[in-house]
């Protein structure tokens, strides 16, 4: 069996809920950054705790889930472009 998830908001899945469905099966987690910037994330309404995301992925880990995917809307808004060029570019420290 397979589970599915639509994206998810970094701090709305907790250790009980990854651990529960990772107890059915183990497929992709996939979190929406959507911009590589803060400013812009904070523009489209998307204030998103890096530091949550980065402490989830030891317990995702400790679960069995081996795959993380995350969805970037590269260039949604026109100035942020190359901020999000140079974001994967050069690599982000915090996703590391």
Do not use: H
Request: a positive charge; charged letters at 20%; hydrophobic letters at 40%.
């Amino acid at each position: 069996m397979s589970v599915a998830l639509p994206s998810l908001k970094i701090g709305s899945i907790g250790e009980e809920e990854i651990r529960t469905i990772g107890d059915i099966a183990r497929t992709v987690s996939l979190f929406a950054l959507e911009s590589a910037s803060p400013g812009i994330r904070c523009r489209l309404n998307k204030n998103i705790d890096l530091d949550a995301l980065t402490n989830l992925l030891p317990v995702l880990r400790k679960n069995g889930w081996r795959k993380l995917k995350l969805y970037f809307m590269v260039g949604f808004i026109r100035s942020s472009y190359g901020q999000d060029v140079l974001f994967f570019s050069q690599g982000n420290p915090t996703m590391k």
